[in-house]
């Protein structure tokens, strides 16, 4: 594709907002590329062809682009790389064929009327994502869809406990017709507003829980069905994934909550949840939604089978089934060199295929234990839960496939690379050697109440346990 293009930035002024350079640029031009509304608000004098937009527009712009001849103008609103088709067309043609000619963004705009210091703000192009920024005090600008929009903020800060929050609707900034709204949210309703606007939202709670980004969230932030693993032992999962930007494969979701917390920490971290039963795999998306990461994407289905043709991850976390034949070696040849692996399992079989996992690869071998205070009787004592083994471990930039003969013994990090395999071949203790006879994680007993991260938590009442505690 060696197509050329300046992009130009037009606000709600339209032509007469144009400075010198991009006015040349648009009368230089062959064709002027643009949405309906931007091609309008040129003159007559503007003899380019005019191109709307190909829809779906990823996926129809490359031919439209190879198809153009002469000088290329787009037109785009305010700033062309603020949530523009300016980093759509970076992406596509490269920097080097990208000339940006920017207008003030529409968010300089709002935050100039909203008299915000730009480092006090957030931005968010969904306004799903509002809900992982509740705080109180804190300031975002929501780029809307449509006139819908406001009010679906409003809603959901209500659902929240948020519904004191202050809300301005932004419209038409810049242009003639520029409205400004004021509202709360709990009292928002179906107000109706100009297609074309921005939510500035002052978040003020009215009841509403504080959810900190830090790891570890309650255990009753996420809707659970008692699968879900704990706080503590999560806390310790993200920690050793260390969330940034990349790909997280939540295996063996549950409740999602791996996959939720690793999303939240990072504005480009990204997570597949993968879960075998729909029931949970619903729970998830619900869960996702409501703690402000709705781009995290569920996949239902039974591992490793299940993730087959899915994008490399740059970290895997798996909760459950760790026994499972090939789970492991499917996870691990598909992980990213340099990427992170965490696995948990609370069963002394998990445990020797940790243990020859963590022999061959290194890392991180650790066992958690967490107690918590209950009472007992008319005095308190604490109430173990189960003891989870965790294998933390990074793949090495230069990784190579090791095998090892299940005949022989437990093989090491010295063990040689077989010529003909693709795969580690486990020993005795691993996944692909277990006897028929032993239960993987998945398949023990429903009355063990497997959460879905490789931890069980029996009732217990000489302590009083909850029989829905897990570890």
């Not at 037009?10 to 002027?32: F, K, Y």
């Not at 570890?216 to 310790?236: I, M, Y």
């Not at 277990?434 to 998945?442: F, G, M, N, Q, V």
Request: charged share 25%.
């Amino acid at each position: 594709m060696g197509t050329n293009i300046t992009v130009v930035g037009i606000g709600a002024d339209g032509w007469s907002g144009l400075d010198d350079p991009r006015r040349e640029a648009v009368l230089e031009a062959a064709v002027v590329l643009g949405g309906e509304r931007h091609l309008a608000l040129l003159p007559e004098e503007v003899d380019a062809e005019r191109v709307q937009w190909p829809s779906p527009l990823r996926e129809e712009l490359p031919a439209l682009l190879d198809s153009l001849e002469g000088t290329v103008v787009a037109l785009a609103s305010g700033d062309p790389l603020v949530a523009g088709i300016g980093t759509t067309l970076v992406e596509l043609l490269g920097p080097d064929a990208v000339t940006i000619l920017p207008g003030v963004s529409s968010v300089s705009l709002a935050m100039a009327r909203m008299r915000w210091p730009a480092d006090d703000v957030v931005v968010l192009r969904h306004h799903e994502r509002l809900l992982r920024h509740l705080r109180e005090g804190a300031r975002a600008v929501v780029l809307s869809d449509d006139e819908s929009t406001p009010a679906l903020v409003a809603a959901s800060l209500s659902r929240a406990g948020y519904g004191a929050s202050a809300l301005t609707v932004l419209a038409d900034l810049g242009g003639s017709q520029e409205l400004v709204q004021h509202g709360l949210a709990a009292s928002w309703g179906e107000a109706a507003v100009p297609r074309l606007n921005l939510v500035a939202v002052q978040v003020r709670s009215s009841g509403g829980r504080v959810l900190p980004l830090a790891p570890g969230l309650p255990d009753d932030a996420f809707e659970h069905d008692g699968q879900v693993t704990k706080r503590d032992v999560r806390a310790s999962a993200i920690a050793r994934l260390a969330p940034g930007p990349g790909l997280l494969w939540d295996v063996g979701a549950g409740a999602g909550s791996v996959g939720i917390e690793w999303a939240r920490q990072h504005v480009d971290a990204a997570a597949i949840a993968v879960e075998v039963r729909p029931d949970r795999a619903e729970r998830v998306e619900r869960n996702a939604l409501a703690l402000g990461v709705p781009d995290l994407q569920v996949v239902v289905g039974e591992a490793p089978d299940a993730l087959d043709g899915l994008p490399a991850p740059d970290s895997v976390f798996v909760g459950g089934g760790a026994t499972d034949r090939g789970l492991l070696s499917t996870c691990w040849s598909a992980l990213r060199p340099g990427g992170r692996i965490v696995v948990h399992g609370v069963t002394l079989e998990t445990e020797q295929v940790l243990n020859e996992w963590y022999s061959r690869h290194g890392g991180e071998l650790t066992r958690l234990h967490v107690e918590h205070a209950a009472p007992i009787g008319g005095f308190t004592g604490w109430t173990p839960a189960r003891a989870v083994t965790q294998w933390a471990a990074t793949k090495p930039e230069d990784d190579a496939v090791r095998t090892q003969d299940p005949a022989t013994s437990v093989p090491t990090r010295e063990a040689e690379v077989s010529e003909s395999a693709d795969e580690p071949v486990e020993a005795a203790a691993s996944e692909s050697a277990l006897p028929e006879s032993a239960p993987s994680e998945s398949a023990l007993p429903e009355t063990a109440e497997h959460d879905g991260f490789g931890s069980w938590e029996q009732h217990e009442e000489a302590v009083g346990d909850d029989p829905q505690e897990r570890a």
